[in-house]
T-cell receptor, first 112, second 114 residues
Framework: AQSVTQLGSHVSVSEGALVLLRCNYS??????LFWYVQYPNQGLQLLLK??????LVKGINGFEAEFKKSETSFHLTKPSAHMSDAAEYFC??????????FGAGTRLTVKP | NAGVTQTPKFQVLKTGQSMTLQCAQD?????MSWYRQDPGMGLRLIHY???????DQGEVPNGYNVSRSTTEDFPLRLLSAAPSQTSVYFC?????????????FGPGTRLTVT
């Protein structure tokens, strides 16, 4: 079965600094990859997704992620963190049968 | 559109009690699913449905039942609640059954079993 590993359960950055959240996946077939964000006491919202088109995917709120097959990675970045980016971020991998597996999540803290 | 709605928002059960978590979507989505979210474990799939009358088990189905009699509704039943079922439950739906479609999530139900 496919799986996702998110490196770092907690990441802290200063406002204006680069955000880098790491995600590595395991899949025996070409994967579909997603990043979701969860704000406190809310459900998950899609940030961006990769479905075998362009390897650099742009999402909402200035986030982007790059699919690197050779590294089996799909890291999420944002050039300049904003206080409103503080949330929990989940990487997920899915296949053609919609068997979606989530990583454990990374909590992002943004310091003023 | 209300999107995906879930009721109740909070629930406390005693061990052995049963209950149904409600989920509805108004987007005419084929695919619906239930996840549980536990600290440090992300979301794990409990059951899913690819259309009315069709359901299947996910990663952690034990202790839960589902049915899907209409496109809109996908209730999750806890047959005999156990403390291990204390969790936050999310219902989700997507337009298509193929994995490239994004899932839309409800606001969640926080369940405590004592």
């Amino acid at each position: 079965a496919q799986s996702v590993t998110q490196l770092g359960s907690h990441v802290s950055v200063s406002e204006g600094a680069l955000v880098l959240l790491r995600c590595n996946y395991s899949s025996s077939v070409p994967p579909y990859l997603f990043w979701y964000v969860q704000y406190p006491n809310q459900g998950l919202q899609l940030l961006l997704k990769y479905t075998s088109a362009a390897t650099l995917v742009k999402g909402i709120n200035g986030f982007e992620a790059e699919f690197k097959k050779s590294e089996t990675s799909f890291h999420l970045t944002k050039p300049s963190a904003h206080m409103s980016d503080a949330a929990e971020y989940f990487c997920a991998v899915s296949d053609v049968n919609n068997d979606m597996r989530f990583g454990a999540g990374t909590r992002l803290t943004v310091k003023p | 559109n209300a999107g995906v709605t879930q009721t109740p928002k909070f629930q406390v059960l005693k061990t052995g009690q049963s209950m149904t978590l409600q989920c509805a979507q108004d987007m005419n989505h084929e695919y619906m699913s239930w996840y549980r979210q536990d600290p440090g474990m992300g979301l794990r799939l409990i059951h899913y449905s690819v259309g009315a009358g069709i359901t299947d088990q996910g990663e952690v189905p034990n202790g839960y039942n589902v049915s899907r009699s209409t496109t809109e509704d996908f209730p999750l039943r806890l047959l005999s609640a156990a403390p291990s079922q204390t969790s936050v439950y999310f219902c989700a739906s997507s337009y298509g059954v193929q994995g490239s479609y994004e899932q839309y999530f409800g606001p969640g139900t926080r369940l405590t079993v004592t």
